[in-house]
């Protein structure tokens, strides 16, 4: 890690508020229905578990787990499965939950590789967006917040995996 410090960009409590309403809106969209959560894992995990909280429908998870940024901060645009679903998600109405969208290279391919699966219907819902680095485009249903091209860990985004912990958003601000 190169010297840096952590600046919050988004408090816990703004963040907390911001997955209340995302809750809610998927209960009212997915009314009668059940709702299959697929995490993208490490990064999701923090937000999914928030978010499943606060979503009044049946709920039932699973885990994902593709190859993102290594220790570096930027794109390899390499994607490998490492760890497969557990269940099938046939039939089933599925929000892939994920931390960040950045060039949009990791979901578009885990979004293709899971639409061939069969689910009844598949949403994207992540916690932060980058619109401004996007390279492939990706259709995304449930924003949490749109922020600027800043690096930034917390709530399950790390930093050569650091940070994860972190209860709220904060920007990396490198230092020297
Ligand atoms: P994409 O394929 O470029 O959209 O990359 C998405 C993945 O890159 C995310 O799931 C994160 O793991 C990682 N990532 C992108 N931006 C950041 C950031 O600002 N902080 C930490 N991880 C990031
Ligand atoms: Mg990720």
Redesign the pocket.
């Known amino acids: 890690m190169d010297p840096h410090k952590v600046e919050i960009l988004l408090t816990e409590q703004e963040v907390n508020e911001r997955i209340k309403e995302l809750g809610k809106q998927i209960t009212e969209d997915f009314k009668g229905k059940q709702v299959h959560l697929v995490c993208?894992l490490k990064?999701g995990s923090f937000f999914m578990c928030e978010l499943a909280k606060r979503i009044d429908l049946p709920v039932s998870i699973d885990f994902m787990s593709v190859s993102?940024?290594g220790s570096d901060t930027k794109?390899s645009g390499v994607v490998k499965i490492v760890k497969d679903l557990d269940e099938s998600i046939k039939g089933k109405d599925v929000i892939v939950v994920?931390?960040?969208?950045?060039?949009?290279?990791?979901?578009s391919y885990l979004l293709a590789m899971l639409r061939d699966r069969h689910p009844e219907s598949l949403t994207l819902c992540t916690l932060l967006d980058?619109p401004s680095r996007r390279v492939v485009d990706v259709d995304v249903k449930y924003t949490g917040f749109q922020i600027p091209d800043?690096?930034?860990?917390g709530y399950g985004?790390?930093?050569d995996q650091v940070y994860r912990n972190l209860p709220y958003i904060g920007e990396v601000v490198f230092t020297k």
Request: proline share 0%; glycine share 8%; hydrophobic share 35%.
């Open positions: 993208v990064g993102s940024y794109s994920e931390d960040i969208v950045d060039s949009g290279r990791t979901l980058k800043k690096f930034v860990v985004l790390d930093y």
